[in-house]
């Protein structure tokens, strides 16, 4: 496997930080060394907003793998985006979608998420995420592989559960500790068979449809 098909290799955020290159890129010499003079990044505030979320919760998520846990993060996709952050531990494996919202009231229901009134479709989205990384992990690994949806708020000011979904919605600074706490699901055995999987980047590009098996 090459570096760039490792996803291991992956930073958080990797996927934004692309984005916010690319688009960096576009600016004349100038104004991209005034950028780079003032410590400031050059882009749309809210993908910006979003790499910066993107980095804090993968910065905690970091730390669980001195736990034996594993972490991927910006996992593409065909689409064209990505999962956030893949991570993996004797509970299961965990798709985890980050969103910043500064100073926001975030609250949750049981099929929306409102931030300060405004409706998103967080909740099946995250579902939609986790239930098709399920398939295809079960299906590269030859067992069952189960996958929890998990929303990480960032920067909100309250977070307030209206009714308790099938997602978990959680603080994005709780997150280190909340996960290890879930009852075990897979022995170190499959732990480390779907982490030799998952950081192979053609598994998640052809969505199953398999060419070899990764070893």
Same mark, same amino acid.
């Given at each position: 496997?090459?570096?760039?098909?490792?996803?291991?290799?992956?930073?958080p955020g990797a996927g934004l930080e692309r984005l916010v290159?690319?688009?960096?890129?576009?600016?004349?010499?100038?104004? &991209?060394?005034?950028?780079?003079?003032?410590?400031?990044?050059?882009?749309?505030?809210?993908?910006?907003?979003?790499?910066?979320?993107?980095?804090?919760?993968?910065?905690?998520?970091?730390?669980?793998?001195?736990?034996?846990?594993?972490?991927?993060?910006?996992?593409?996709?065909?689409?064209?985006?990505?999962?956030?952050?893949?991570?993996?531990?004797?509970?299961?494996?965990?798709?985890?979608?980050?969103?910043?919202?500064?100073?926001?009231?975030?609250?949750?229901?049981?099929?929306?998420?409102?931030?300060?009134?405004?409706?998103?479709?967080?909740?099946?989205?995250?579902?939609?995420?986790?239930?098709?990384?399920?398939?295809?992990?079960?299906?590269? !690994?030859?067992?069952?592989?189960p996958v929890h949806p998990v929303i990480a708020i960032v920067?909100?000011?309250k977070i307030i559960l209206g009714v308790t979904p099938e997602?978990?919605?959680?603080?994005?600074?709780?997150?280190?500790?909340?996960?290890? !706490?879930?009852?075990?699901?897979?022995?170190?055995? &499959?732990?480390?068979?779907?982490?030799?999987?998952?950081?192979?980047?053609?598994?998640?590009?052809?969505?199953?449809?398999?060419?070899?098996?990764?070893?």
């Amino acid at each position: 496997m090459s570096d760039e098909d490792d996803l291991a290799r992956n930073l958080p955020g990797a996927g934004l930080e692309r984005l916010v290159r690319e688009g960096e890129a576009r600016y004349k010499p100038l104004v &991209r060394l005034a950028a780079r003079i003032s410590r400031q990044r050059l882009g749309d505030t809210s993908t910006l907003r979003g790499l910066e979320g993107e980095q804090i919760v993968g910065a905690r998520l970091e730390s669980l793998k001195a736990a034996g846990w594993n972490v991927l993060h910006g996992v593409p996709l065909p689409s064209g985006s990505d999962i956030d952050h893949v991570v993996i531990g004797p509970p299961g494996v965990f798709t985890v979608n980050s969103k910043h919202h500064p100073g926001a009231t975030v609250w949750v229901g049981d099929e929306v998420v409102k931030v300060n009134r405004n409706g998103f479709p967080y909740l099946q989205n995250s579902e939609f995420e986790a239930t098709r990384t399920a398939a295809l992990l079960t299906e590269w !690994c030859g067992f069952d592989v189960p996958v929890h949806p998990v929303i990480a708020i960032v920067g909100a000011q309250k977070i307030i559960l209206g009714v308790t979904p099938e997602v978990t919605v959680i603080d994005g600074r709780q997150i280190a500790t909340a996960l290890p !706490c879930r009852p075990t699901e897979l022995s170190p055995a &499959r732990v480390d068979r779907i982490f030799t999987v998952a950081r192979h980047r053609h598994v998640w590009t052809h969505l199953g449809k398999r060419r070899s098996k990764p070893r």
